[in-house]
């Protein structure tokens, strides 16, 4: 066999070891649909290290800990899921501008603190902390004394360091207005593509870095305003929700928010969260 070009089949011995390992390592359930999926994730990187079968890559992972312990993040890279879009579920950044955003500078007028903190737990390539960044900028700017930060972190460390460059196609783009486009972004042109970097001033407000939803303590010190963690949940089963949510709330301030994706709900699983529409909830006092 020509493993270069033929692609190698997940056993479900394999596929039942691999499972575990990244719901151990990430917390992420990969349910028996997803064995196609994981097969065809890997092929590539079996290639890559001249690995033949499946049989011969779990073996590896078991019987060599210095392979395994390098491995882990590749692994992981390949098998979670990115997908992400600019100001996806525009509701979520409309509620920022036009409520929260006004509420928290109402409570600064009462002598409440000039200070924002938001993370973006699943940040993937940065399209949502960006559209966070902008949302955030263009209320902020005008404002004098707001001191303004967004942690935007993922499990996956090549969509962080893609997230970090900022630089995207085009077609990336299209649900940016043109006038945002030239406000946040700078325009170039490369190998006959339109790219589009961050300005500076978006990618001053982030902060980028690694973080295992599972590691608890969270490497982020200061309470949080308020927390995105959208499509990610739904790959964790209930027990791993239960606990996650539990730490986003030890991590917020007081009357904190957490915003969910459009198909997760803490409904049966925390009661320590106000419901409050549109997949967003507030810390309870």
């Known amino acids: 066999m020509d493993f270069r070009t033929s692609l190698n089949t997940i056993g479900d011995a394999e596929f039942e070891f691999i499972k575990n390992l990244v719901y151990k390592q990430a917390g992420i359930f990969l ?3 997803k064995k196609i999926m994981v097969q065809s994730r890997l092929n590539a990187r079996l290639r890559t290290l001249g690995i033949t079968s499946f049989e011969n890559y779990v073996a590896k ?3 060599d800990p210095k392979f395994a312990t390098e491995e882990m993040q590749e692994l992981i890279n390949r098998i979670t899921t990115n997908k992400t879009d600019f100001f996806r579920e525009n509701h979520h ?12 500078e109402q409570a600064a007028a009462s002598g409440g603190s000039k200070t924002l903190r938001i993370w973006c737990s699943a940040s ?7 559209s966070i960044a902008i949302t955030v900028y263009d209320y902020f700017q005008t404002k004098p004394g707001w001191n303004c930060k967004i ?4 499990i996956d460390t090549q969509v962080i360091a893609t997230a970090k460059k900022g630089l995207y196609r085009d077609d990336r783009l299209e649900p940016v207005s043109e006038a945002m486009k030239t406000k946040h972004f700078t325009k170039s042109m490369e190998k ?5 970097e961050a300005k500076p001033h978006l990618k001053a407000l982030i902060d980028f870095r690694q973080i295992n939803l599972l590691h608890f303590p969270f490497p982020i010190t200061e309470k ?3 927390i995105f963690c959208r499509n990610v949940v739904i790959y964790f089963d209930k027990p791993t929700q239960k606990t996650l949510f539990q730490n986003f709330e030890v991590s917020l301030k007081p009357k904190g928010y957490l915003i969910l994706g459009h198909s997760e709900t803490m409904f049966g699983i925390s009661d320590s969260f106000k419901f409050l529409g549109h997949t967003i909830y507030q810390k309870k006092d």
């Open 93 to 104: 950044f409309e509620f920022l501008k036009n409520q929260y955003f006004p509420a928290l």
């Open 192 to 196: 006959d593509h339109v790219y589009y």
């Open 31 to 33: 349910a028996p649909h």
């Open 151 to 154: 942690y935007a972190s993922d």
């Open 124 to 130: 993937s390539t940065g399209e949502e902390p960006y």
């Open 224 to 226: 949080l305003d308020l």
């Open 61 to 63: 992972l078991k019987l």
